[in-house]
């Protein structure tokens, strides 16, 4: 779906086969990896590419050595280069689940269209359906750290990694009105050090120093638990802090939806509505009236 095209339209050549609850990341301008998700029988660890020349996914290999997880749903893969994923979740079988979250490195090869996992000393907590983001950390030599949010009953962040000065050259697409319309929105509110308690299957997406979650699906009541709120995580200086913004339109509530920075903008695509159940056809754009 091309933003200044007009109405979306389905890829030719070869499909790949069926998940749900996966994650992807694109990778040297031309593939779209999908890494792991639940295929209707098991949880996988496996990567399939979209070929975005030819139009056909490619099922991948691992490569020798490596250390795949038992099997990931509900997690998330950040790009951290052209050949490097920071993959995080709980892993498991379809009979097995663990307490922990466990954290990986997965290398990419294009060329050679393998993958190889390696898991991290470091765990997280015990997380599915949370969202990461790579953020700045502040200060006048600045590095990078990957952010856990929500996916379980703590409303703290967690740490999956951390780069020093000039380790990571990845950056989140220039925005330039957006970055300076989400400074002015912070602004005029009051931060707090605590952000959304039991948020799980709500997008995210990086917009300069902040972070920008919407909607999700709540644990911490029955009833009403699609939500709508919009929250911005404000990483420019130390400590960070979230700003929390209602939203009255019930139109707008989602979970498993996807929010993408495209020119400037802030996309919302698919996901389930109010009753968490009707897939949402909508595509809508975030705009802020400061």
């Not at 749903?73 to 379809?94: N, Q």
């Not at 663990?98 to 765990?123: F, V």
């Amino acid at each position: 779906w091309d933003p200044a095209g007009g109405p979306g339209r389905a890829g030719g050549g070869r499909r790949g086969g069926p998940r749900r609850s996966h994650d992807a990341a694109a990778l040297g301008g031309r593939w779209l990896c999908a890494v792991g998700g639940w295929d209707g029988a098991r949880r996988l660890a496996a990567v399939a590419a979209l070929d975005a020349e030819r139009g056909e996914w490619e099922a991948w290999t691992a490569a020798p050595g490596s250390c795949p997880p038992a099997g990931l749903s509900s997690h998330t893969c950040t790009r951290l280069s052209d050949r490097e994923l920071r993959v995080a979740g709980r892993e498991g079988g379809t009979r097995t689940q663990r307490r922990y979250g466990s954290i990986y490195t997965l290398r990419l090869d294009p060329g050679a269209r393998t993958y190889c996992y390696r898991e991290e000393s470091c765990r997280s907590a015990s997380r599915s359906g949370h969202c990461a983001a790579l953020l700045p950390t502040p200060g006048p030599r600045p590095g990078h750290q990957l952010l856990l949010f929500g996916g379980c009953d703590s409303a703290e962040p967690e740490v999956a990694g951390h780069w020093g000065y000039g380790k990571i050259q990845e950056e989140a697409p220039a925005a330039p009105r957006l970055t300076e319309q989400l400074a002015k929105l912070v602004s005029s509110g009051q931060g707090s050090r605590q952000g959304p308690r039991g948020l799980r299957h709500h997008s995210c997406s990086v917009v300069g120093p902040f972070a920008v979650l919407f909607g999700g699906e709540t644990l911490t009541r029955a009833r009403d638990t699609i939500c709508n709120d919009l929250y911005v995580y404000d990483a420019r200086r130390a400590p960070s802090l979230w700003f929390h913004f209602p939203c009255a339109d019930r139109a707008l509530k989602r979970m498993g939806h996807r929010t993408c920075l495209c020119n400037d903008q802030l996309y919302l695509v698919g996901g389930f509505g109010e009753d968490g159940r009707t897939a949402s056809p909508q595509v809508c754009t975030l705009d802020l009236f400061l």
